[in-house]
């Protein structure tokens, strides 16, 4: 069986850090059936300065024998309200997934699989690399995957609701983002997911929270 990673970069949300500071997220969602993978489906959300992290983690630990794909440049003018830069650096972010998940050399790196399939931030992605956490690359994934949304038709958006969920003493307490709201619909009409996901995703879901109870 021929084995594929799809990968898709969607769904902008700004994000309010306080009254006076917000950022944009994007949700990255993963459908493959990769023996690479510790899960065939995911959905997490990342920021830009994230994906600048993840960029300089690979490049370190490929001790320079790659050349990684350019992310979008940083744009001192850009604008969270104008829907056209922010699609831009959506699309410009799945391009640049889209080239690192092919390459197996990039595939072997645990930080790489930690931020497109859990909910660390950076830090603790670091920590969980380095053995410094009591759980493992697998176990982070798996638990954080209690968390998974389906992925988000627009059937799927409306009415849905995530509860607050704790999985372990030192990883992230998950909290819904009732302040967050979407930068534009479009992006959603263009990454429809295969229907064929929706089954399979049924006993994924099944599978990871069996697996994060015990």
Known sequence: MKQIVSVWVRDPRIQKNDFWHAHIDYEICIYTNSVCFTKKISCVRRRYREFVWLREKLQANSLLMVQLPELPPKNPFFSMNNAQQVTERMQGLQKFLEVILQNNLFLSD????????????????????????????????????????????????????????????????????????????????????????KAILNQEEETICMSASK
């Open 110 to 197: 645990s930080c790489l699989h930690l931020f497109v399939q859990s909910e660390l931030d950076t830090s603790q992605i670091e920590a969980c690399v380095s053995g410094k956490t009591h759980y493992s690359v697998s176990q982070a994934v798996l638990r954080c995957g209690c968390n998974l949304r389906r992925f988000p038709s627009q059937e799927d958006v409306v009415g849905t609701s995530r509860k607050d969920e704790y999985f372990d003493s030192d990883c992230v307490f998950v909290d819904p983002k009732p302040s967050s709201k979407a930068v534009t619909d479009s992006s959603s009409e263009n990454t429809a997911l295969p229907d064929k996901t």
